[in-house]
């Protein structure tokens, strides 16, 4: 029922002055990272406080805007480093269109406030409305990249580059069409593997709340909690519907797996491109020269992505002096990333792509392909080359929000598009789901080595 002619008085008496403003206040506090995420077919994040490992470039910037990512692009490969700074070291010289909406979007919040408190019948949860507001005026931009995070979602986000992290141990990624969440990879050492979880399992529920269309980092936020207690999990495998009770713990992700295969050729699996991903990589090369290596496969299929920094870096071992990647903002500013003269590969190379090859992976395998040094074999990859920025606030909330595109050393976006392979091979349907493919029966592992069999041949 409408009850008309509210006496507008009764609102004055009722005010709940200060709602917004005390927490519009003082908000942009330190700018911490760029972030690419992306999965194979939008978000991915590690479950744990581990990463949408989708998911994502990362880096430090400067004290001001105008000068981020100055660090990264002389290709350096020790930052990422978190430098706080203040929202108008952030705007600079522009004064953002928000600052002229301010007072009328908080006096009209105001009021709407006033008749909640005044009128409303039943109880409810300022925090959480507050919340959304928030949450609301990032998903206005129509952009599932650009994000408002609640406190456990930004230390969930934070935490996901890290390698160390309490949760579950498995790799997941949203489909940004259908917002379903699948299982990419569960570590086989870990509780989710150990529960039953597997690759390409779609994940509906965790402990009863349905996380299909929710943000991927607050779906994540919901799967990790303190170690040695249990999370309920509802997937969907086929048609069968089920639930897998997994007690969380402590992990620590390996990002790099190597070994010697026959004929001295080396080979590298790349899982993610965390902070603890380039030592990992360089030690894993060092090691392989050290034994003989004759040829390489790089491994990068289903590696949602990672840390700028890192990728850079690892580029860096393997590729001439010259651009790795360079990103540009909305006003054509460009900056690039650069790798100098100093190689380690001196052998034939092969890297394994697929559809799940996503954001930094793109990067690693662009570069590759532009510079001519090795042979993408495999599927094209996902196609995400839009850049994030991520905004620590005051409160311990965050913001993440689309402020660059990035490109190839050959100048191509590969945004939507991918990263073809030269040589397209896929693998048979039933394999898809393995978490390890015996090393014959990987038809895309077979054609990499025939084909540096044959360079070795030349």
Known sequence: MEEKNNNNSKLEKKKNSGFLRGVAVGMLSAVLMIAVLAGCSGISSLIGPGSDKSNRIEQGTGEDAAQKNASASTGSKTDNQVEETTSKATYGKYKPKSEQLTDEVIEKIDTLMQVIDYYYLYDYDKDAMVD????????????????????????????????????????????????????????????????????????????GTEITGMDLNTAVALIKGEEGTSVTITLQRDEEVFDVEVTRRQIDVKTVNYRMMDDNIGYIQIEEFDEVTSDQFSQAL?????????ALVIDIRNNPGGILNTVVAMLDELLPEGTIVSVKDRNGTAQEYTSDADTKLTVPLTVLINGNSASASEIFAGAIKDYGVGTLVGTTTYGKGIVQ???????????KITIEDYYLPSGKSIHKVGVDPDVEIDLPDELKTYVTIPEDEDVQLQKAIEILKEQLQK
């Open 286 to 294: 060092d090691s392989l020269i050290e034994q003989g290596m004759e």
């Open 132 to 207: 959304a507001i928030y949450k609301a005026v990032m998903g206005s931009l129509g952009d599932p990249y650009s994000v408002y995070y609640t406190g456990d979602e930004f230390k969930a986000f934070m935490e996901s580059s890290s390698g160390s992290y309490c949760g579950i141990g498995v790799v997941v990624q949203q489909n940004m069409q259908t917002g379903l969440v699948t299982a990419v990879r569960p570590y086989e050492d870990c509780p989710g593997y150990e529960a039953g979880i597997r690759p390409g399992d779609l994940i509906l529920a965790v402990d």
């Open 389 to 399: 920025t991520a905004f620590s606030l005051s409160d311990g909330t965050g913001v």
